[in-house]
């Protein structure tokens, strides 16, 4: 239950960082780039977007070789479509209380959405539940090619941006999702994120492992 909790919040985090990402106007984090990309050139809301990167991010992981079991595809399937649904709700209600104007509530907005992000992304991880469909796709990567996680990562990363770029620029002659902000959260979340192992993983661990603890007067 515990580990359910974490990993929903964790999302939760995570769609609501990207929500603020895109509010501050500075441009995404490579991972929801292509997604942003796609409801800037047609209209379509993030969270629909989100979920159908996602699917084709499940399709790359089978084209590289990974086994995805039905239930994996729904596993899989159903945390990016509850992803979906935490990205267009919380962006929903930035839109309604608040639409950053000025640099300095752009920029807040942006350092912001790093944290929750990075927050976002230690939570649902360190739940070790299964893996949302893009860094399913990085492992895959990494597992098929031989290179470490960290060389998969940049590469995802980049092919990403790459696409959404292009995507953009074809159609609405901008860089559209890309910008500073996709620079800065490159550079920044991975390391905020160790910043929260090194702060937080071990008494969550041991909150989490509290939870799985059998009381002794309890039958198995």
Same mark, same amino acid.
């Given at each position: 239950?515990?580990?359910?909790?974490?990993?929903?919040?964790?999302?939760?985090?995570?769609?609501?960082?990207?929500?603020?990402?895109?509010?501050?106007?500075?441009?995404?984090?490579?991972?929801?780039?292509?997604?942003?990309?796609?409801?800037?050139?047609?209209?379509?809301?993030? #969270?629909?977007?989100?979920?159908?990167?996602?699917?084709?991010?499940?399709?790359?992981?089978?084209?590289?070789?990974?086994?995805?079991?039905?239930?994996?595809?729904?596993?899989?399937?159903?945390?990016?479509?509850?992803?979906?649904?935490?990205?267009?709700?919380?962006?929903?209600?930035?839109?309604?209380?608040?639409?950053?104007?000025?640099?300095?509530?752009?920029?807040?907005?942006? #350092?912001?959405?790093?944290?929750?992000?990075?927050?976002?992304?230690?939570?649902?991880?360190?739940?070790?539940?299964?893996?949302?469909?893009?860094?399913?796709?990085?492992?895959?990567?990494?597992?098929?090619?031989?290179?470490?996680?960290?060389?998969?990562?940049?590469?995802?990363?980049?092919?990403?941006?790459?696409?959404?770029?292009?995507?953009?620029?074809?159609?609405?002659?901008?860089?559209?999702?890309?910008?500073?902000?996709?620079?800065?959260?490159?550079?920044?979340?991975?390391?905020?994120?160790?910043?929260?192992?090194?702060?937080?993983?071990?008494?969550?661990?041991?909150?989490?492992?509290?939870?799985?603890?059998?009381?002794?007067?309890?039958?198995?």
């Amino acid at each position: 239950m515990r580990r359910s909790l974490v990993y929903a919040a964790g999302l939760f985090l995570l769609a609501t960082g990207v929500s603020f990402s895109i509010a501050a106007g500075f441009g995404v984090s490579p991972v929801s780039s292509l997604a942003v990309a796609v409801t800037i050139t047609t209209g379509i809301t993030v #969270g629909v977007t989100t979920v159908l990167a996602n699917v084709l991010f499940i399709v790359i992981q089978m084209a590289l070789g990974k086994t995805v079991t039905p239930a994996g595809f729904g596993m899989q399937f159903l945390a990016a479509f509850v992803f979906g649904v935490f990205i267009d709700s919380t962006l929903w209600v930035l839109e309604t209380v608040y639409i950053p104007e000025t640099l300095f509530s752009r920029s807040l907005f942006l #350092g912001i959405s790093l944290l929750l992000i990075a927050a976002g992304l230690f939570s649902y991880i360190s739940a070790k539940f299964p893996l949302m469909p893009y860094d399913a796709m990085t492992q895959a990567v990494s597992a098929r090619f031989f290179w470490p996680f960290a060389r998969a990562k940049v590469t995802s990363d980049g092919i990403n941006v790459a696409c959404a770029g292009t995507l953009c620029l074809a159609v609405t002659q901008t860089f559209g999702s890309i910008g500073i902000g996709t620079l800065i959260a490159a550079a920044s979340v991975g390391r905020l994120i160790g910043l929260f192992s090194r702060l937080f993983q071990q008494p969550l661990q041991q909150w989490l492992s509290a939870g799985e603890t059998i009381h002794p007067n309890r039958v198995p």
